[in-house]
C-alpha cells in the first residue's frame, strides 16, 4: 500500500508561514536558502513532516472550492487549536464538526490562503 510521506504548504512569504505554523504547533523548522525551501518537522510518532514552499501563482481565493488535498492535524485540544488558530489570522472554513464514532473535525484557512483540517478523536462524537 503506498502512504503519503511528505506535504507541503504554499506561501508567499515561506518565512513568516514557517514562524506561524511553528508557533501555532510547535513545529521545527530548518530553513534550507539555496532551494527557497523550508523543512518542517512535525514531531516523533505517527504521523508525516513536510515542508514549506514558496507559491509560484496566485492565492486561492477564500470560499472557492478546495483544489488541493487537505492536510489534517491530530489534537487532543481541537476547540483551544482552533481558537488560536483564528486568533492568529486563520479564518473559519468549517466549524467543529462531529463525525459519529470517529470524534471532531474543523478546518482553517491559514494566512497564506491554504486550508487544513484538525482532527480530534472521541468515540462518542455525535451520540446524545
Given at each position: ?12 512569504d515561506p518565512a ?41 501563482g496566485p492565492k ?14 491530530g489534537t487532543d ?52
Amino acid at each position: 500500500m503506498k502512504r503519503v510521506v511528505h506535504f507541503e504548504i504554499h506561501a508567499d512569504d515561506p518565512a513568516a508561514c514557517a514562524r506561524w505554523y511553528g508557533a501555532l504547533f510547535g513545529w521545527t523548522m530548518q530553513e534550507m536558502p539555496a532551494l527557497d525551501y523550508w523543512l518542517i518537522n512535525t514531531g516523533e510518532g505517527p504521523g508525516i513532516s513536510g515542508g514549506i514552499v514558496r507559491r509560484k501563482g496566485p492565492k486561492p481565493a477564500i470560499g472557492a472550492p478546495v483544489s488541493s488535498f487537505v492536510c489534517t492535524i491530530g489534537t487532543d485540544t481541537l476547540d483551544a487549536d482552533f481558537a488560536a488558530a483564528l486568533k492568529a489570522g486563520g479564518v473559519e472554513a468549517l466549524p467543529k464538526t462531529p463525525i459519529p464514532g470517529v470524534g471532531y473535525i474543523a478546518y482553517v484557512i491559514d494566512p497564506f490562503g491554504n486550508i487544513f483540517g484538525l482532527h480530534q478523536a472521541d468515540p462518542n462524537a455525535g451520540r446524545p
